[in-house]
T-cell receptor, first 115, second 115 residues
Framework: AQSVAQPEDQVNVAEGNPLTVKCTYS??????LFWYVQYPNRGLQFLLK??????LVKGSYGFEAEFNKSQTSFHLKKPSALVSDSALYFC?????????????FGSGTRLLVRP | NAGVTQTPKFQVLKTGQSMTLQCAQD?????MSWYRQDPGMGLRLIHY???????DQGEVPNGYNVSRSTTEDFPLRLLSAAPSQTSVYFC??????????????FGDGTRLSIL
């Protein structure tokens, strides 16, 4: 069965410091991987995706993620955090042969960037 | 740029009542889906559609019904509301033909309370 794990409920970092939000997955075959961000009272917004190719993927707002097949991980990173990055982050996976195109979401990680 | 529009934004129902959550998208997307978001559980797929006239069940379909008579609209019906259906509901859409690799666009959600 497909699954996504986000082991940290909350990540706290100081503004200007690098941040990492962790994600590991379990899926048959080569996965499609996504990161989304959710601000209060809003829907999810797409940040970046990994489909194939370079393991380091760059996305919106200076975020990037590294696909590691051997560790089945897709951690979200940013070199220098901003207070405005504080939000709820979701990792999601889709099996490429799933005809439903269903996304499986992790439980979410709340990022708090302190000034 | 309306994107995905959900109405209403908030709703309170009594147990046993029925209602329809509306979802419309103006991007001519083939794929539409409904998720519910509950604390600590991420998003779970309720129903989805890969095109007009085609719908299928997701992970948690019980108590919900959908139809897709047009490309633009994908309403979600609660047949007989139960307190366990208190949640935030999100509608999402994405394009094809590479549907598997395309990100989903989310509405801002409907916050539903069942008393």
């Amino acid at each position: 069965a497909q699954s996504v794990a986000q082991p940290e409920d909350q990540v706290n970092v100081a503004e200007g410091n690098p941040l990492t939000v962790k994600c590991t997955y379990s899926v048959s075959g080569n996965p499609y991987l996504f990161w989304y961000v959710q601000y209060p009272n809003r829907g999810l917004q797409f940040l970046l995706k990994y489909i194939t190719g370079d393991n380091l993927v760059k996305g919106s707002y200076g975020f990037e993620a590294e696909f590691n097949k051997s560790q089945t991980s897709f951690h979200l990173k940013k070199p220098s955090a901003l207070v405005s990055d504080s939000a709820l982050y979701f990792c999601a996976v889709r099996a490429p042969k799933d005809s439903s195109y269903k996304l499986i979401f992790g439980s979410g990680t709340r990022l708090l960037v302190r000034p | 740029n309306a994107g995905v529009t959900q109405t209403p934004k908030f709703q309170v129902l009594k147990t046993g009542q029925s209602m329809t959550l509306q979802c419309a998208q103006d991007m001519n997307h083939e794929y539409m889906s409904w998720y519910r978001q509950d604390p600590g559980m991420g998003l779970r797929l309720i129903h989805y559609s890969v095109g007009a006239g085609i719908t299928d069940q997701g992970e948690v379909p019980n108590g919900y019904n959908v139809s897709r008579s047009t490309t633009e609209d994908f309403p979600l019906r609660l047949l007989s509301a139960a307190p366990s259906q208190t949640s935030v509901y999100f509608c999402a859409s994405s394009s094809g033909p590479e549907r598997g690799g395309q990100p989903q666009h989310f509405g801002d959600g409907t916050r539903l309370s069942i008393l």
